[in-house]
C-alpha cells in the first residue's frame, strides 16, 4: 500500500462527509486542512533535523535557545524541501522511515509514520454519530480508521501501525503531550514525531487563512459588516499570546511570523476604524 492510496483513501472519507457543524467546513476544505497539517510536519521535521534543535517538552517557552539556533532558516528552502519530500512518500509503500541529517545530534524523526498521521489525522472529525455528535472524540475515532486503514496491508510492521494510531489519538492541540497516558503508550518518552504533527496542526489557519476563515465565519451573522469590523479589531489580537501552545522551536517561530501578519491587519483596521470603536465612550454609553 502506498502513502497516495492511503491518502486516496482519506480523501473519499472526507468529501462523503455530511458536514453538519462548523460553517464554512467542506469536505474539500478539510482535505486541504490535511494536506497542509501534513507538509508542516514535515517541514518543522526537516528543520529540526538539519539544525539539531530537538525539541524539549520540559523546556518552558521562552527558553534560550542558543544565538545559533535562533537565527530563522529560509523559510522557502525548508518548505520546497518538505513538498518534494511529500511528493516522494507519496510513491513509496507506507512504512518507517528516518529522516536523512548530516546535523550531529539531530533526534531520528521517522517521517514515514509522521506522513502517513498527517493524511489521517483528522479522518474522522465530521463523522456523525449520536453517541458523542461528530466532534467531541474525532481523534481516537481517527485513530481507530488508521488502525483498520493500515490493517488492510497485512505486512506492516506492528511497531509502525502502533506509532501512526497513537500519533493520531494524541496529535489533538489541547492533548497534554506529557500525560500518563502518552508516556504509557510511548513507553515513557514523548517521540518527536508527537510534538511535531501537534505543533503542526496548531499553526494551520494562522496568519492570513485566519483573517479569512474568521470573516468566512461571521458571514453567516445576520448583520455581519459591522460584527465583523468591530469584533476582529477588539479580538484578533488574542492570537498574539498562544505561542506557549508549541513544543518546538521552528513552530514558535512561525507562530511569530504567521500572527505578525494578523497584528499588522488588526492595527490597521484598528486606525481605519478609530470613530466607531470609541462609539461607546463618545455616546457616554457601556456595552
Known amino acids: 500500500m502506498l502513502l497516495r492510496d492511503v491518502a486516496r483513501v482519506v480523501r473519499s472519507h472526507l468529501l462523503d462527509a455530511p458536514y453538519e457543524f462548523e460553517f464554512p467546513r467542506?469536505?474539500?476544505?478539510?482535505?486541504?486542512?490535511?494536506?497542509?497539517?501534513t507538509t508542516w510536519?514535515?517541514?518543522?521535521?526537516?528543520e529540526v533535523g538539519e539544525r539539531g534543535e530537538a525539541p524539549d517538552p520540559a523546556l518552558p517557552p521562552d527558553h534560550a535557545w542558543p544565538p545559533d539556533l535562533a537565527l530563522p532558516p529560509d523559510p522557502r528552502a525548508s518548505l520546497d524541501r518538505a513538498h518534494k519530500l511529500l511528493a516522494d512518500l507519496m510513491d513509496q509503500p507506507i512504512g518507517p522511515l528516518d529522516l536523512p541529517s548530516s546535523c550531529h545530534g539531530a533526534p531520528a524523526i521517522d517521517v514515514g509514520a509522521l506522513a502517513t498521521a498527517g493524511i489521517i489525522h483528522d479522518v474522522a472529525k465530521y463523522d456523525i454519530r449520536p453517541e458523542d455528535a461528530g466532534l467531541v472524540r474525532h481523534a481516537p475515532r481517527s485513530a481507530d480508521f488508521a488502525r483498520e486503514l493500515l490493517g488492510r496491508a497485512g505486512d506492516l510492521p506492528r511497531a509502525f501501525v502502533d506509532t501512526?494510531?497513537?500519533?493520531?489519538?494524541?496529535?489533538?492541540?489541547?492533548?497534554?503531550?506529557?500525560?500518563?497516558?502518552?508516556?504509557?503508550?510511548?513507553?515513557?518518552r514523548v517521540p518527536v514525531e508527537l510534538l511535531l504533527i501537534k505543533d503542526a496542526d496548531g499553526l494551520d489557519e494562522l496568519g492570513a487563512q485566519f483573517i479569512i476563515l474568521d470573516a468566512m465565519h461571521l458571514g453567516a451573522e445576520p448583520d455581519p459588516y459591522p460584527a465583523y469590523l468591530v469584533r476582529s479589531a477588539k479580538y484578533l489580537p488574542r492570537l498574539?499570546?498562544?505561542?506557549?501552545?508549541?513544543?518546538?522551536?521552528?513552530?514558535?517561530?512561525?507562530y511569530r511570523r504567521l500572527t505578525?501578519?494578523?497584528?499588522?491587519?488588526?492595527?490597521?483596521?484598528?486606525?481605519?476604524?478609530?470613530?466607531?470603536?470609541?462609539?461607546?465612550?463618545?455616546?457616554?454609553?457601556?456595552?
Open 26 to 37: 467542506t469536505g474539500r476544505a478539510r482535505w486541504g486542512h490535511t494536506l497542509r497539517v
Open 41 to 46: 510536519a514535515l517541514r518543522l521535521a526537516v
Open 240 to 254: 498574539f499570546s498562544q505561542d506557549d501552545r508549541f513544543q518546538t522551536e521552528p513552530a514558535r517561530r512561525y
Open 260 to 287: 505578525g501578519v494578523v497584528r499588522t491587519f488588526v492595527d490597521s483596521l484598528k486606525e481605519e476604524l478609530a470613530g466607531q470603536l470609541w462609539e461607546d465612550e463618545l455616546l457616554g454609553e457601556s456595552r
Open 164 to 188: 501512526v494510531e497513537a500519533l493520531v489519538r494524541f496529535h489533538s492541540v489541547d492533548t497534554d503531550a506529557q500525560s500518563d497516558e502518552v508516556l504509557r503508550t510511548f513507553g515513557g
